[in-house]
């Protein structure tokens, strides 16, 4: 099948094997997470089992028995007002593994498995990134799947709108002020700094504005949007697409593993990495890697980033196309609201819509598990396999020359210093809920 | 020179497909939007798809 076939056809290939790898590491991940619950609920047993010195096991009946009748109490005591969070229902083992525990005393292996693979973080995510390039640079990905492992990776989008179920107004302004000023401050700062640097360093014009707005700001996307403004050549565009995409590339496997060593709680890790992270889908990814919360402040931070779209590819007109021009003696103009209209990310009306839409009631706690958790897995699954499956060394060797020098240090630069940052802003600043 | 106006008409192009894309994704998310409010997807039907 080649292009000649045009239409959606060519994508089908390619989109089934994402949807299969992501079928595939979502049940991994299930297994993984139940076994986990099991190894932390047979540990409890024991537990008492030790604290009672030799009294026997109960039996499986009067163990079921006992642990609903704790969360009724619990659940009772909620409702009273007494305490603040609802009891989450317990988890049981099965009767099958309650025998074999009470018989041998010992944790199964398949439940210290679950845990030890949550310790590593090879969650659904992980799985899906390191098989995908995995596979990729191996055996390879043959052309028949290509044009659909591309088209799979915005299917990210429509779970960052989903997650829009789960904010109120009033976090997205809490966490949305600090997220300006980071924007603000590194991104712009990034993009005038590497744009700076290349005429200091006498780099071509056409790279250093694809390259400016690529590490500051949105990654392929910004690099995209600004390139035929600043007349970059395809060479241009490559070497700095190659330089966004490895520096991503190798943010997304060892950010997660830096934030855990500094302990960075969840909601720093996610203001982190929406800052310093330069594509939506790789900062996407590394937040989901470290947990929820951490996806819940990453992306308010994303959603004010690539807002700021437009206004960096106004700045690149005015850098590489006015002020030019008015150095030669020439007047060119800017059409500020057609750029505005051209280059604005259409899909986060949808998050905002989403967030309009839980401030006036519409959804139900069942509703923001189904959108914000369940359907979320499911699009960002089928997303990362496209991510995965799209990161090619080849593409990753194409960076090169002085202005990946320059653009590799911008980019590591504003990790440092937004690292330091986040964690002196706090938790607090960057909590959702 | 050629070869730049062609990447411009490229980039141009990709831009174009990323606004399609923005539009799909709305539609998508849209969708799934509206099957969860009329109860159409439960929280039962995303552990169903698993063993």
Request: one cysteine or more; glycine letters at 8%.
């Amino acid at each position: 099948m080649t292009d000649t076939n045009g239409g959606i056809v060519k994508y089908i290939p390619g989109l089934i094997l994402c949807m299969i790898l992501g079928w595939m590491a979502l049940q991994w991940d299930q297994s993984i997470h139940k076994w986990q619950k099991d190894y932390q609920e047979s540990e409890k047993i024991l537990k008492a089992y030790d604290a009672k010195e030799g009294q026997p096991f109960l039996s499986f009946a009067e163990y079921a028995a006992k642990s609903e009748e704790k969360y009724t109490e619990k659940l009772a005591a909620f409702e009273r007002g007494e305490t603040k969070e609802k009891p989450k229902k317990p988890h049981l083992l099965k009767e099958k593994d309650y025998v074999t525990l009470a018989t041998t005393k010992e944790i199964s292996s398949k439940f210290s498995f679950g845990e030890r693979m949550i310790q590593f973080q090879l969650t659904y995510v992980a799985v899906l990134l390191l098989g995908g390039m995995i596979i990729r640079n191996t055996i390879g990905l043959p052309k028949l799947f290509q044009p659909g492992a591309v088209m799979a990776r915005p299917i990210i989008k429509p779970g960052i709108i989903l997650l829009g179920g789960y904010y109120l107004w009033s976090n997205l302004l809490k966490v949305g002020v600090f997220a300006l000023i980071l924007v603000f401050i590194f991104i712009f700062g990034t993009t005038v700094l590497v744009a700076f640097l290349g005429r200091r360093l006498k780099q071509d014009d056409g790279l250093m504005g694809v390259m400016a707005a690529g590490t500051g700001i949105c990654g392929v996307s910004a690099a995209v949007a600004v390139a035929p403004v600043v007349n970059a050549k395809p060479r241009d565009f490559f070497y700095a697409v190659g330089t966004i995409l490895l520096f991503g590339t190798v943010a997304l496997f060892t950010f997660p593993y830096i934030g855990k060593a500094l302990g960075m709680s969840e909601p720093v890790f996610g203001a982190w990495v929406g800052t310093a992270i330069l594509n939506t889908a790789q900062l996407v990814a590394a937040a989901t890697w470290y947990g929820h919360d951490s996806l819940l402040t990453a992306n308010i931070i994303n959603i004010v980033r690539v807002g700021f779209i437009p206004i960096v590819v106004i700045f690149c007109i005015w850098f590489y196309v006015i002020k030019q021009a008015t150095a030669e003696g020439r007047h060119e103009k800017i059409n500020k609201w057609q750029v505005i209209k051209e280059k604005f990310p259409l899909f986060i009306l949808g998050f905002f819509v989403m967030v309009t839409l839980n401030e006036l009631g519409v959804f139900t706690d069942e509703h923001r598990t189904i959108f914000g958790k369940q359907f979320l897995q499911i699009f960002f699954a089928v997303g990362f396999a496209g991510v995965g499956l799209n990161i090619a060394f080849d593409d990753l060797k194409k960076a090169g020359g002085k202005a990946f020098v320059i653009g590799f240090i911008a980019a590591t630069l504003k990790a440092v210093l937004s690292a330091i940052v986040v964690i002196l802003i706090g938790t607090e600043a960057f909590r959702v809920k | 020179m050629a070869e730049t106006k062609e990447f411009e008409e490229k980039a141009k192009k990709v831009f174009s497909a990323e606004r399609k894309e923005d539009i799909w994704v709305l539609v998508l998310a849209a969708i799934t939007v509206i099957l969860g409010l009329a109860g159409v997807i439960t929280p039962k039907t995303f552990p169903s798809l698993f063993f």
